[in-house]
């Protein structure tokens, strides 16, 4: 069964500074996509950006980026000029059919 | 801007009570999904459907919850009688054509029931 999980419960950053947020995943699969949802305090999802395991170019936007390691299993999310309003529970997620798998959430704090 | 919408917001109901949630996907998604999110469980897949017809619902108490897509832009969820477990927040998100499985989530009901 494919697992995923985050291993930093939370997190803080300054404003201004780049954060790393990890995430790993367990799977026999070939192709896959794997994703990060961003929920504020508002509590809505937010799909803050997305990967296809095919394709070996890192997915980026804008101040988001992610490093896909796919040997590793990995797909960490580096967030960069971190602002206040990045402050949230993020969330790793995989699939290789129609649901998705969700990792138990990191929380970040931004810091002014 | 398209985006998933759902009603109520906020819905608080004593227990034995009905409880409706609606959910609109965003026009010419295929895929509606319902999850379930508290504290204790995280984030639960209730019930998924395709183009109108259910995929699985194993994720739902079948004596008591029940899905629905009436039509292309309306599903629900119905909590029928209501219990204070039920108490959580219910996302309803949906998924376009084409396979890329990305998921956009609607900003959810918080449902309380005493």
């Known amino acids: 069964a494919q697992t995923v999980t985050q291993s930093q419960p939370e997190m803080s950053v300054q404003e201004a500074e780049t954060v790393t947020l990890s995430c790993t995943y367990d799977t026999s699969e070939s192709n896959y996509y794997l994703f990060w949802y961003k929920q504020p305090p508002s509590r809505q999802m937010i799909l803050v950006i997305r990967q296809e395991a095919y394709k070996q170019q890192n997915a980026t936007e804008n101040r988001f980026s992610v490093n896909f390691q796919k040997a590793a299993k990995s797909f960490s999310l580096k967030i960069s000029d971190s602002q206040l309003g990045d402050t949230a529970m993020y969330f790793c997620?995989?699939?290789?059919?129609?649901?998705?798998?969700f990792g138990t959430g990191t929380r970040l704090q931004v810091f002014p | 801007d398209a985006r998933v919408t759902q009603t109520p917001r906020h819905k608080v109901t004593e227990m034995g009570q009905e409880v409706t949630m609606r959910c609109q996907p965003i026009l010419g998604h295929n895929t509606v999904f319902w999850y379930r999110q508290t504290m204790m469980q995280g984030l639960e897949l209730l019930a998924y459907?395709?183009?109108?017809?259910?995929?699985?619902d194993s994720g739902m108490p079948k004596d008591r919850f029940s899905a629905e897509m009436p039509d292309a832009t309306l599903a629900t969820l119905k909590i029928q009688p209501s219990e204070p477990r039920d108490s959580a927040v219910y996302f309803c998100?949906?998924?376009?054509?084409?396979?890329?499985?990305?998921?956009?989530f609607g900003p959810g009901t918080r449902l309380t029931v005493t």
């Open positions: 459907f395709r183009n109108r017809a259910p995929l699985d």
């Open positions: 998100a949906s998924g376009p054509r084409g396979g890329s499985y990305e998921q956009y």
């Open positions: 997620a995989f699939t290789n059919t129609d649901k998705l798998i």
